[in-house]
């Protein structure tokens, strides 16, 4: 019969090994957990009894995996050295280790081909425990990791801290050097100005003592000046009486100047009205003149175009008819001329029918043959 390694047995290979090497991040645990189990499982699950898993773990298993295992002890034992000089960091923030002993399993290689299951079974009970051990230590690293975590918060805060007190400090500094340097320009602003302003009076003192002597020679110019205008004020007076004089006399005259004016603008406007009316009567002079000759003319056409016809209608030998017309039961009286002869027309004479019913001789248009 061939013997097929259950569970436990698997187990009992990977704790061979595992026990070995511990590390404490949860992360490299859990990888180092991983590759292991996946290193060994073949070679469990390839033996045919349980002497060949003791032999396999003895040799092949136990030094490839023996080999992983101590190249990675070194790279973890620097990573523990770090974690611990991290943790001596924090400010007494970190719990005391709790963590127990590890306790040497003795392999499966070790025990004899007559072993028991008892001996399985207590391998089993110490993998149990490794992995409330490994459980442990995960949480520990957890626990160190946030309190790295808040000591690192808590320093980068009191860095921030720190630098805002160094910031409105060398703001406060930059304030005060400011204020020193403009109290430096406005001392130097005025002691200028001190000096200036001295300059200044001792110019004014000078040129008040200068004006005080001319003020006693322009008093004497000006008893001078005050008899000059006493004398000019006089003639002045004598001056306006003229002018006033000359400018009645002015009035005078211009007054006689603007009724001559106005004189002579009514005798140019009667002028232009007489003119006016001289050309208007001639106009409508010649306006009746000219019709009077159209209206002459007109006539004269008229005769001329009368004789006219009469020459040709005697000429052409045409009768004279009488017009009557019946029709639509209406009478039509015979056309006659004022001298009560009867009407004759000519080709081309209108023609001027009335009806009975207008009642009077008003004749209908027609024409004449």
Not at 34 to 61: I, M, V, W, Y
Request: with cysteine; glycine share 4%.
């Amino acid at each position: 019969m061939s013997w097929k390694p259950d569970e436990a047995s698997e187990n009992a290979v990977l704790v061979n090994f595992h026990i070995r090497f511990r590390p404490s991040d949860g992360v490299k645990q859990h990888l180092y957990t991983k590759t292991l189990f996946a290193e060994c499982l073949p070679l469990c699950r390839a033996a045919r009894s349980h002497t060949d898993l003791q032999t396999a773990g003895n040799s092949s298993l136990n030094d490839s995996l023996y080999k992983c295992f101590s190249m990675s002890h070194c790279n973890v034992s620097k990573g523990s050295r770090l974690g611990n000089q991290a943790a001596e960091e924090v400010k007494g923030l970190s719990r005391p280790s709790t963590r127990r002993p590890v306790r040497v399993v003795r392999p499966v290689s070790a025990v004899s081909p007559n072993g028991s299951f008892l001996q399985i079974n207590h391998l089993q009970g110490e993998l149990v425990r490794k992995r409330k051990e490994c459980e442990d230590l995960k949480k520990e690293n957890k626990h160190l990791t946030n309190e790295i975590h808040m000591e690192r918060i808590m320093m980068r805060t009191e860095n921030e801290l720190t630098m805002r007190n160094l910031r409105n400090l060398n703001q406060e500094l930059q304030a005060q050097v400011k204020e020193h340097t403009d109290l430096q320009l406005l001392q130097a602003q005025t002691e200028k100005n001190y000096f200036e302003t001295r300059l200044k009076l001792d110019r004014v003192t000078g040129e008040k003592q200068a004006l005080l002597q001319e003020n006693g020679i322009l008093e004497g110019d000006r008893d001078d000046l005050r008899n000059r205008l006493r004398q000019v004020t006089q003639e002045n007076v004598e001056i306006k009486e003229s002018e006033m004089n000359s400018r009645l006399r002015a009035a005078a005259s211009e007054a006689e100047s603007k009724k001559a004016n106005q004189a002579q603008r009514e005798a140019d406007a009667e002028r232009r009205l007489a003119e006016r009316q001289r050309q208007e009567r001639t106009a409508e002079c010649l306006s009746w003149r000219e019709k009077y000759q159209e209206l002459a003319a007109k006539f004269r056409a008229q005769e001329d175009v009368k004789a006219l016809r009469q020459t040709k209608a005697c000429q052409a030998n045409i009768k004279s008819y009488f017009l009557c017309m019946t029709e639509s039961d209406q009478r039509v009286k015979i056309l006659r001329n004022q001298d009560g002869t009867s009407r004759n027309f000519t080709e081309g004479d209108p023609v001027y029918i009335s009806t009975p019913e207008s009642g009077a001789e008003e004749p209908d248009r027609s024409s004449s043959r």
